[in-house]
């Protein structure tokens, strides 16, 4: 079978992101090593361009279009961060873009993908088909669609925040990942694999958007009702294709959070480490605090994949329950 990914194309990646992307810090605490009962090593794409690992996956793809494609312009569709990331990237070299967004993106998100020069149409999430939205835009506009998960390139460009922290860690024996499309866990589980053969992978889902889970044990991809969570970046209805085809492979196990679970995450990642998290960012954290790990490895990566949200979302959702 021809995998759609390998090492080498994360390594092709990072190249093309080097001076252009941010090598985000790790960062370290001992009181989340005490509770945690382990070494951890928190790699903080909220602190990546544009606040979300997005960025990498982005400029990875829209750098390979030919003069002519950049000139036609881009279209994608995200609930943000995607958005954001293609906006960027298309300004960065010299082309445009038209972003297909759901209603109720938060307007954070939202102003920031315009304030990048983007075109932004907006669906209903519940009833719209953003796929088909996106293709028929593409179509109609002579556009490029750059998928927000379901494309070589993106998966590899979101592989290198994983190279990077094994780079600067080494030896790890799990990461830690979060999963919406699968984009991000499949070209971390590509990067992990290949250089730590022993190491586990651990995708985490928020409970009410379980599709990977339920996918990788029936073997094959699953279709949920859309999700209600606050992880608006996590509320995905199936696995992409291509992203479940090495996430079936190389991916150990996926834990589940609740949203309660990743209030509590962001609080602490607030009050204990000063780092800002937006809900789908802070969820792979969430399973490490709230136990929802089978076991517990001497030393974990987790990765941090965003943290945009504005004040008043942040003061609402960690006030909760208090």
Known sequence: MTHPIT???????????KGVAHRTPVVRSRTLDALAGAEV???????????????????NAVSRLSPDQLARGIAAYSSGNHAQAVALAARELGG?????????????KVEATAGYGAEIVTYDRYTGDRVAIGAALAAERGLTLIPPYEHPHVMAGQGTAALE??????DLDALLVPVGGGGLIAGSATAAKGLLPGIRVIGVEPEAGDDTKRSLAAGERVSIPVPRTIADG???ETPGELTFSVNRRLVDDIALVSDDDIRAAMRFAFERLKIVMEPSGASALA???????????????????????DTRRFAELCAADR
């Open 7 to 17: 090492l080498d194309d994360v390594y092709d990646a990072a190249a093309r992101l």
């Open 41 to 59: 090593f928190l790699k903080c794409e909220n602190l990546q361009r544009i606040g979300a690992f997005k960025f990498r996956g982005a400029y």
């Open 96 to 108: 445009t873009a038209v972003i297909v967004m759901p209603e109720d993106t938060p307007r954070s």
């Open 165 to 170: 922290l094994i780079e600067e860690t080494g």
């Open 234 to 236: 996590q509320a995905a």
């Open 287 to 309: 399973a490490l605090l709230a136990g929802r790990l089978e076991s517990v490895p001497s030393r974990i990566g987790v990765i941090i994949s965003g943290g945009n949200i």
